[in-house]
């Protein structure tokens, strides 16, 4: 059976959340030597080096040469009256109106905030921004939406420092980090659990080979369903490709082919959609008569037309509580931390049949 395992932080991260907790409590005012704190943690000094060299570029720290690393004064806590809020999206993500997940999430926040005199200022994430622009950001809110580890060590600094800081679509755990999310695994435990009931004992799961935090919990609903009936997905039918529509078709035709191949298939983003249902055509595989298929969202135009089965995300409800919190922590002056996770919705067409 192949598990998938959220990738931990390095080692120098971790040694630096360690760090930065005692702080936050006040437990320094001069952290201990660097030799002290390898003893402590039991690894190297570059690794420790590293970890102190992050917290002085987030100013919780400075170096004194021949002194030591003493504690940064905290940045004054700005009250969150301003009416500007800050939205940061991931490298390489483009905004068009209305379409696709993102444009459908940013469509959300707008409507939710339509009558509350809200201003958004729109950028995408960059770690160099982030680390050298900090003080020139127009709003004392920032909404991250989809973030994954890399972007957590910014969203960090900047809840630190009297931001609130709201992740949307992943629950971050971190204690002064609010987030209002989609239940991803229970949505995928409830979309397999379909394809089982229907005798499919034979079921693909079709995902990325980077494993972003929300597939990996995905896939961790995919495993809860098969082992509640006693099961175990075979190994060969998990199938990891790039986002990248080639690839997906070859690593596809290959699942597809094989002696006994899947009798149903679970694809753990709806961007998997389009792609999936042209091999099948070529393959003359018809839905649901030769294979089941169950997808996670909504894709606007393939979805519905084709009759796939899908894990709807509550996106509208998400801004919506987003921004219901947002308003009551600026209205109150402190950035109080909320944690909302939302149950997507099954929604059954007619790309399921009980297996042959």
Known sequence: MSVVREKPEPLYLQIRAEILRQLQEQKF??????????????VSRPTVRKALEVLVRDNFIVRKRGKGSFVQKPVERLPLLNNNILIVIPQGWHLVSGQGYLGQMMEGLFSAARDEHLEFTVTNYSPVAFATRRKEFPSRVCLWISPEQEEKVAMEALAARGYLVVALNRPVKHPQISYVSCDHQSGALAGTEILLQQGHTRVGFVSLVDGHSYLQQRYLGFLAAHRTRGLFPEDEFILHTDYDDQ???????NLLQQEKPPTGLFLADGAFQEPVLEVLTELKLKVPGDISLVSFDEVQGISEKYGITTIRQPLEEMSRKCIQHVLKAMQQGIPERFQVTLSP????????????
């Open 345 to 356: 919705e099954l929604v059954v067409r007619d790309s399921v049949a009980r297996v042959r």
């Open 29 to 42: 005012h001069c952290l201990p030597s660097e030799t002290s704190l390898c003893l402590h943690y039991g």
């Open 247 to 253: 690839s997906i078709k070859n690593h596809l035709r």
